[in-house]
């Protein structure tokens, strides 16, 4: 099983290329919405960094750029070691705002650059010229790799339609229980790479379909069936915890797969289940965010 573009077996070390940056991109890394306060966020980057994580995603909106700030520093590798994604805060829509925000983010983490800046959610409004000042963010050094997150098929066709670059990378809620297909599809079609969060809906579905039987008969956790799956779908996967017997337990989803069988088997598990409340903004109305 290989993700789209990804050379060889699946490792840690695996990654993407992007197909308008030409960026590498690891394919798994942390997810840190929720980590907070401070020393939670730091010990939860540098128990993922010790377990061999290499991509750390965080955001404007979690309040926590500084806290990771505070752990790249005590890690003390080389920068071309690790990938931070941040998120532009969908209050501080515009062109010159979504520059200015960037350089706020890069301030508390420390960095010069950001590996991949996102537009957080199309709900912020003022999506076209917002998007245009990513391009320009880009061009400025601020970060390699420009996307967004929780942007629907039309949201993405209209950038294409204003002849906009389009994105990198789109990151929205998807897991075993809600395959997005047609996003995907999309996505796909654009060169645009899917980068799933809430890859373990939350833990909401444990327990209740197929998924749990799958781990019973792999041996493995229901969460490492999950996260394994959205890899072996080729989606960029990042599982959140701030607990570091499950950062480790979360991370040990290389070095076996699940059967093409059973791959199939999990394919029924698709109900549409959604964990979060803004994989809603895939569906607001173009007129309403422009």
């Known amino acids: 099983p290989e993700a789209k573009g990804q050379v060889g077996p699946l490792s840690k070390e695996s ?26 966020a730091v010990e939860a980057c540098l128990a993922a960094w010790k377990d061999g994580y290499k991509m750390i995603d965080t955001a404007a909106l979690y309040e926590n750029e500084e806290a990771i700030g505070k ?7 080389n920068r071309s070691e690790y990938f931070i994604v941040t998120k532009l805060h969908c209050d501080r829509h515009g062109f010159q705002q979504a520059i200015d925000e960037l350089k706020v983010s890069c301030a508390k983490l420390g960095l010069k650059y950001v590996d991949l800046f996102l537009i957080h959610s199309p709900k912020g409004g003022k999506v076209i010229e917002t998007w245009k000042g990513l391009i320009e963010a880009k061009k400025m050094g601020l970060t390699r790799a420009i996307g967004v997150s929780n942007f629907g098929v039309e ?28 996003s995907v599809a999309y996505m796909d079609e654009e060169g645009i790479a899917v980068m799933g969060y809430c890859p373990l809906a939350r833990v909401k579905r444990f327990g209740e379909t197929c ?44 070095g076996w797969n699940i059967p093409d069988g059973i791959m199939k088997t999990l394919d029924d598990a698709h109900e549409g289940f959604q964990a979060s409340n803004s994989v809603n903004n895939m569906k607001l109305p173009w007129k309403e965010v422009k």
Do not use: C
């Open 155 to 182: 949201h993405l066709k209209q950038l294409n339609k204003h002849k906009l670059e389009m994105p990198d990378v789109n990151q929205i809620e998807l897991h075993v229980w809600n395959h997005q297909n047609e």
């Open 71 to 77: 752990a790249l520093k005590e890690i003390k590798a």
């Open 15 to 40: 990654f993407i290329v992007l197909k308008r940056s030409g960026v590498k991109m690891p394919v798994f890394g942390l997810g840190t919405w929720l980590a907070k306060p401070e020393d939670l």
């Open 211 to 254: 998924v749990s039987k799958v781990a019973k008969d792999l041996k493995k956790t229901e969460a490492q069936i999950a996260i394994r799956w959205s890899l072996q779908k080729g989606i960029i996967t990042i599982p959140k915890s701030t607990n570091k017997k499950r950062i480790r337990e979360n991370g040990d989803v290389f």
